[in-house]
């Protein structure tokens, strides 16, 4: 007797690791009501955001890009590149296809109506590829902020995107050494 009236003492928070019950209706049997649990609710069915149709109309193209790029040692030498930028998969993804010299890149980004924020993936020949995120446009910038990862090793990175018209400027950073260094320019036109 006393360990029950110990154990009805206890708080309700000693069980608070245990999953709550599901929620219930009254049903009446005879005399007695009886407790019947609820079927749980439907998880809302993902769908793509109008937002990225919309972004995705305002850079769709096809753009040659001429800029520079840092080499490892710190040298410097041209980039010319061409980007084919388009909507797919029944407007969720805007896919953006980047070939230079030196590699080819595959970029898919997307964006979360709930968080508001943009998420970017960035595949490249190499094998290196980065995840990414923004907030979207500032001041008519947008800055993508993340992580590259490659067989050696994982470093943070930043790129940036200026759309006016039917100009694209980009130029990309990393961060080395706890500074960031510029990788590379590029100004782009449809």
């Not at 599901?22 to 769908?47: K, W």
């Not at 096809?62 to 980007?83: E, F, Q, V, W």
């Not at 980004?109 to 924020?117: P, V």
């Amino acid at each position: 007797m006393r360990l029950a009236c110990l154990l009805l003492s206890i708080p309700s928070v000693a069980f608070a690791d245990r999953a709550a019950p599901p929620p219930s209706e009254p049903v009446q049997q005879g005399d007695v009501a009886v407790m019947r649990p609820m079927p749980p609710r439907p998880i809302p069915a993902p769908h793509a955001s109008a937002e990225v149709a919309r972004q995705g109309k305002l850079m769709a193209g096809a753009y040659t890009c001429k800029g520079n790029r840092t080499n490892p040692d710190g040298s410097s030498s041209p980039l010319i590149a061409k980007i084919t930028i388009k909507t797919e998969l029944d407007n969720a993804w805007i896919a953006s296809q980047w070939t230079d010299a030196a590699a080819k890149l595959t970029d898919y980004r997307t964006f979360d109506d709930t968080s508001k924020q943009w998420t970017r993936f960035l595949l490249v020949s190499n094998g290196s590829h980065e995840t990414l995120t923004s907030l979207g446009e500032k001041s008519g910038e947008w800055l993508w902020e993340g992580a590259q990862s490659s067989s050696s090793g994982t470093l943070q990175v930043r790129h940036h995107e200026k759309l006016t018209g039917k100009q694209l400027e980009l130029w990309g950073e990393s961060l080395l050494g706890g500074t960031w260094q510029k990788g590379y320019t590029a100004s782009c036109k449809r």
